[in-house]
């Protein structure tokens, strides 16, 4: 059984900053393709940082320069960074798990977490 668990959200200043690590098991970790997503209330939800299997990242241009993505495949697990946070980053981020790149990048990926609430107060 496949899972993905996000940790990491939470409450912050506008300007702060919070790292998001999501763990994965039941796959082959090494091998998969890795992203981020967020969703705010009312809205899509949208990529905002991916990373492949041998780590070459991609980042939406609303958080290019504040957020990093990596991955420590020893841990199976993926983190987002994000520096210089701003309210309009406030959503619900998942973390999300493909063998092929392309599902991460059309949004159909075959692995979803549940999800970690982000909040920016201004």
């Known amino acids: 059984q496949v899972q993905l668990v996000e940790s990491g959200g939470g409450l912050v200043q506008a300007g702060g900053s919070l790292r998001l690590s999501c763990a994965a098991s039941?796959?082959?970790?090494?091998?998969?393709?890795m992203a981020w997503y967020r969703q705010a209330p009312g809205k899509q939800r949208e990529l905002v940082a991916s990373?492949?299997?041998?780590?070459?990242?991609d980042y939406a241009s609303s958080v290019m320069g504040r957020f990093t993505i990596s991955r420590d495949n020893a841990k199976n697990t993926v983190y987002l960074q994000m520096n210089t946070l701003k309210p309009e980053d406030t959503a619900d981020y998942y973390c999300?798990?493909?063998?092929?790149?392309?599902?991460?990048?059309?949004?159909?990926?075959?692995?979803w977490g549940q999800g970690t609430q982000v909040t920016v107060s201004s």
């Open positions: 999300a798990a493909d063998q092929l790149y392309r599902r991460l990048a059309e949004r159909s990926p075959n692995y």
């Open positions: 039941g796959i082959t970790f090494r091998l998969y393709a």
């Open positions: 990373i492949t299997s041998r780590g070459s990242t």
